[in-house]
């Protein structure tokens, strides 16, 4: 090992959010950690949330929009877009329906104006 380019490696202590505390050694003479043995879920047993920044609440709501019926954003531009295509075919068969009537109508009254031509 080349002399002076290494940390220096000390005892450290170790010290969790629970209060636990041990001795190790690192490059730092104190380490501060969230999660221990001592309290981690997986080695307790019990089921515990860590919240991070909020997303279980954000979660939690979503899913009680959901229950309540409320849709998303995304959902109710899609419902306005079908709305707006179902309006357009509505409106695109009436103005179809009163174009077979013209047709109809002028058709009645071809024929007569031919059959007077005729005699």
């Not at 899913?63 to 995304?74: D, F, L, R, V, Y």
């Not at 357009?88 to 109508?105: F, I, P, V």
């Amino acid at each position: 090992m080349k002399p002076g380019i290494h940390p220096e490696y000390v005892e450290a202590t170790v010290v969790c959010a629970c209060g636990n505390t041990w001795q190790t050694r690192s490059t730092r003479k104190l380490i501060k950690t969230d999660l221990c043995a001592k309290c981690h879920p997986f080695f307790t047993g019990e089921q515990r949330i860590v919240d991070t920044a909020g997303q279980v609440e954000r979660f939690m709501r979503r899913m009680e929009a959901k229950q309540q019926g409320h849709t998303s954003k995304k959902h109710k531009r899609a419902e306005a877009a079908m709305e707006r295509i179902e309006q357009r075919e509505r409106e695109l068969a009436e103005s179809r329906a009163r174009q077979r009537e013209a047709d109809e109508a002028a058709e009645e009254e071809a024929p007569e104006t031919t059959e007077a031509a005729t005699e």
